[in-house]
């Protein structure tokens, strides 16, 4: 399965027809521990870079942003109750939410993981 990453710290991945979120390991290495999150809102449909969250920690808060255009088909129940899943596994149980992509092709104009790390290493 293919990772995609935004110029916002987001990841991506499409499993068939449904695409996963969520934060990557520098922007919660940025944010330090994660306290809160808010979670978009299961069958809205979102615009590409819309802001579809927020998560929130000791440190800061910052906006989720949709990586690509789509219905939110499901969050992470189990972020809600235990934010710093988002630290302790970001590409794993610490996903945000699952969308319906409108628009696949979107996906193009995102980064690889070669990308992501030239734009991080910038930073």
């Given amino acids: 399965m293919t ?12 499993d068939g ?11 919660q290495d940025a ?3 994660v306290v809160f999150v808010e979670l978009p809102a299961v069958g ?23 990586p690509v255009a789509g219905e939110v088909i499901e969050v992470n129940e ?3 109750g235990d934010p710093s899943l988002a630290n302790s596994d970001p590409l794993g149980v610490g996903w945000f939410f699952k969308l319906r992509p409108s628009d696949v092709s979107q996906l193009d104009a995102l980064m690889d993981e070669t990308g992501y790390a030239a734009l991080t290493e910038k930073a």
Wanted: aromatic share 8%; proline share 0%.
């Fill in 3 to 14: 990772v995609k990453y935004t110029e916002d710290h987001e990841w991506v991945t499409l």
């Fill in 17 to 27: 027809d449904i695409a996963t979120v969520g934060i990557t390991v520098h922007a």
């Fill in 31 to 33: 944010l330090g521990d």
């Fill in 44 to 66: 809205v449909d979102y615009a590409q870079k819309e802001t579809a969250g927020v998560v929130e920690s000791v440190k800061a808060a910052a906006d989720i942003y949709m």
């Fill in 78 to 80: 189990a972020l809600r």
